[in-house]
């Protein structure tokens, strides 16, 4: 009846909520349209949700046309590889939140406490959410800052504008290991989110500035950088639709790429607002990280590698282990090798690169599972050079990297490549830092064969034997990514060259002419240092 619409619609406006005007207005305009019998936005079901609750807004869901709820469905699908390679750990404190809690035991405690409480109970997470949005600063901090709050899965509507970017298929977010991660995950980057931004409103609140500060912009400009420092980058809009056309994702993670790259801007913010507690949290875990590095290499228990064109740079390197401490030094890395031109290897060596295939290589590096895969196919290989083809092993190898959780990917290399303490090393990874364990190619393992020599100890002269060998030629083609084989084509033909006109000399028919440019194809290949 009218009378119950308007009491609906009173509900909303109450002084009671305490809600924003713009969230009374959206959320009066979504009843409306309900009320009328069309089907709001997401947007606008969202609203819908918060004020009235999950079970209202699943029942309009169903309503919607067959057509909309099946593309629902197959984007679920297609983007349900990056839940799967995002489960099974709790990996906020020391990912996304590195900067924010590692240099303070008891923050770092804390994060961690929240990440393996909310894995293991849901109750927990739900309890610790409802606190929160029921705090008088809650549609402050959440709409007005614009502090970012992701939503609890299991949630429809909300779930759908304000799920986290590492989670975004609802089907996949249902089953185990997956649910209890991203719950981890969502309550866990809440949480730090919130205690810092509740502390900086309490103290501008006794200051007197609030209202200066929301003048001003600061505010606004302080839950940005908030939101940058704990892995939430910002986005144009036009850039976010053509990485998730139709709802389906391009990018594994494209906030959290963008937010490494923003940090400088972020800690700029913070200062502008005035504010002291985050500033200072990321100048001790940076203290922190570099005090770790430095023991690591002081006391020979690691090498750190400082060089920023090395693949290596920020990481303690133990054996074929990399354990990065912060993930921001493979964005520093890719931006110095793309601006110089040039890369260091293992063994120190200075090589040139080609710019534009380093940065296509960082951007395939970055695509979501299904993306990848589809540019994969098209260019053969993976961006790491790994060729494909339609042997079982391959297809099982491609299946294994783009579906297993990372953690569990992670930690069986370690055991099989580094042993018992590689395997151990491997285990802070589950609370997000990053440790990769180096595993030998098929080139390398069968040039480490050929010449009795472990990888590391081969020299220039020890790979270009093997590369001119021509027994190792179908080998090759087969196993080198198209750029270096190029190259490798190239170097053939001098070599042959090169063998037929010796016959020539040997049959006493190479005239000087022929003689110097054998000795420059010679030359050619020592300079190549393939």
């Known amino acids: ?68 709820k099946a593309w629902e469905t197959v984007v679920n699908l297609i983007n349900s590889p990056i839940n799967l390679l995002s489960s099974h750990d709790i990996s906020w404190p020391l990912r996304q939140g590195v900067l924010l809690v590692l240099g303070s035991p008891s923050r770092l405690g804390k994060s961690l406490s929240i990440a393996t409480r909310t894995f293991a109970r849901g109750n927990i997470a739900e309890r610790l959410d409802a606190i ?16 970012h709050w992701d939503s609890l899965p299991g949630k429809a509507a909300i779930a759908g504008r304000a799920r986290s970017e590492f989670f975004p298929s609802k089907i996949m977010s249902k089953l185990p290991g997956i649910k209890q991660s991203n719950r981890s995950f969502t309550v866990t980057g809440n949480e730090m989110r919130w205690n810092f931004a509740k502390n900086q409103v309490t103290q501008w609140r006794e200051q007197g500035l609030l209202d200066e500060m929301l003048r001003t912009g600061k505010a606004k400009g302080y839950g940005t950088a908030l939101n940058i420092l704990s892995g939430k980058g910002v986005l144009p809009g036009k850039l976010q639709s053509l990485l998730e056309p139709g709802g389906i994702r391009l990018a594994f993670a494209p906030r959290y790429v963008a937010a490494q790259i923003e940090t400088p801007y972020a800690l700029f913010k913070l200062w502008q607002a005035g504010d002291r507690e985050i500033l200072k949290a990321v100048a001790q875990s940076i203290g922190v990280g570099i005090g770790l590095l430095s023991l690591a290499e002081l006391t020979g228990a690691a090498h750190v590698e400082l060089d920023p064109r090395s693949s290596d740079f920020g990481s303690m390197v133990i054996g074929k282990q990399r354990i990065r401490l912060f993930p921001h030094a493979v964005v520093a890395r890719y931006a110095t090798q793309i601006m110089l031109g040039v890369q260091k290897t293992e063994k ?8 534009v295939s380093r940065a296509l290589r960082f951007g395939r590096s970055k695509l979501a599972p299904a993306a990848a895969t589809g540019v994969d196919v098209i260019a053969g290989a993976t961006f790491t050079g790994e060729q494909l083809s339609p042997d079982m092993n391959v297809v099982g190898r491609e299946a294994w990297n783009k579906l297993a959780p990372f953690f569990i990917q992670d930690l069986i290399t370690a055991f099989k490549s580094e042993g018992l303490l590689g395997g151990i090393r491997a285990l802070p990874g589950v609370a997000g830092m ?92 020592r300079a190549a240092q393939l």
Do not use: H
């Open 434 to 525: 990053g440790v990769l364990t180096y595993t030998p190619s098929e080139l390398e393992t069968k040039m480490t064969k050929a010449t009795g020599k472990p990888w590391e100890a081969l020299d220039a002269y020890d790979k270009s034997v093997f590369y001119m060998d021509t027994n190792n030629r179908a080998m090759l083609r087969k196993t080198v990514d198209k750029e270096f084989l190029a190259k490798l084509e190239k170097r053939w033909e001098y070599y042959d060259a090169q063998l037929a006109r010796d016959e020539d000399f040997k049959a006493g028919t190479l005239s000087a002419y022929d003689w110097k440019q054998a000795y420059q194809d010679a030359e050619g290949l």
């Open 348 to 355: 120190g060596d200075i090589m040139d690169i080609d710019r």
């Open 132 to 147: 929160r949005r029921a705090d008088i600063d809650f549609e402050f901090i959440t709409k007005v800052m614009g502090v």
């Open 1 to 68: 009846t009218s009378q119950e619409i308007s009491q609906l619609r009173g509900m909303i406006a109450s002084p009671a909520r305490a809600l924003p005007s713009y969230t009374v207005t959206n959320t009066d305009n979504a009843l409306v349209r309900v009320l009328s019998g069309e089907i709001p936005t997401m947007k606008e079901l969202g609203y819908i949700e918060e004020f009235f609750g999950t079970k209202l807004a699943e029942a309009i869901l169903s309503k919607r046309p067959l057509g909309i």
